[in-house]
Each structure stands twice: as C-alpha cells, then as structure tokens.
C-alpha cells in the first residue's frame, strides 16, 4: 500500500491550499481516511478524519471550521481543503488509512503516506 500526499507548499496567513493523498495496492473507500500533521519540535498530531462513505468527519478543534476533509473513493484519493490559513499551521501533513474510525483518530493507523510540508507565512 501506498499513500501519496501532495499539494503542499508556502501561502501567507490567510490563503488556502488543498491537499491531496492519493492511494495505491490498496481500494481506498473500504478503509478509514485522516490527515496529521507534525511542527518542528512537536508531536504528530490528529487534524481530520473520513468514514469509509464520507459520511462521517471529525476535525482537530483547531482547525474546526476552517479545514474539510473529502474523498472521491472512485479516485482513490482524499482531500484537505485548508482556508484561513494561519502560521501556527506550519507543519508536515501526512495522510493516514485505518480500519477503524476511532483507531485512526487516536493515531492507530494501517498506513502512514509520506508528509507534505504547509509553511504559512505571517
């Protein structure tokens, strides 16, 4: 299995990005989609997180209201739409796939893509 993330890149505080993380060797709409992200210095932490149909989300307080998580099982992709970015987003994010959805919120994940790095300037 791989996942492949993408789309990261420098914006200032304010602007947006859509992160994509694309899946191979592995049907990506039986299993539970998320994105983390690590800041220099600091644990990888949870941001979003996907049910298998899309039907369900849960988001990181902190980025609640400003970030959506998506999927296009029919690509086998999943998305990180991120507005009002802020510097304190600056990190590398990284997707995850897991078989169970409270399992992969708590960092319990099948899979780990490569990170994509998100730097906000201020």
């Known amino acids: 299995v791989q996942l492949q993330a993408s789309g990261g890149g420098l914006v200032q505080a304010g602007g947006s990005l859509r992160l994509s993380c694309a899946a191979s060797?592995?049907?990506?709409?039986?299993?539970?989609m998320g994105w983390f992200r690590q800041a220099p210095g600091k644990e990888r932490e949870f941001v979003a997180a996907i049910s298998w149909s899309g039907g369900r989300t849960t988001y990181a307080d902190s980025v609640k209201g400003r970030f959506t998580i998506s999927r296009d099982n029919a690509k086998n992709t999943m998305y990180l739409q991120m507005n009002s970015l802020k510097p304190e987003d600056t990190a590398v994010y990284y997707c995850a796939q897991g078989d169970a959805y409270l399992r992969l919120i708590n960092s319990l994940v099948d899979y780990w893509g490569q990170g994509t790095q998100v730097t906000v300037s201020s």
């Open positions: 060797g592995r049907t990506l709409s039986n299993y539970v």
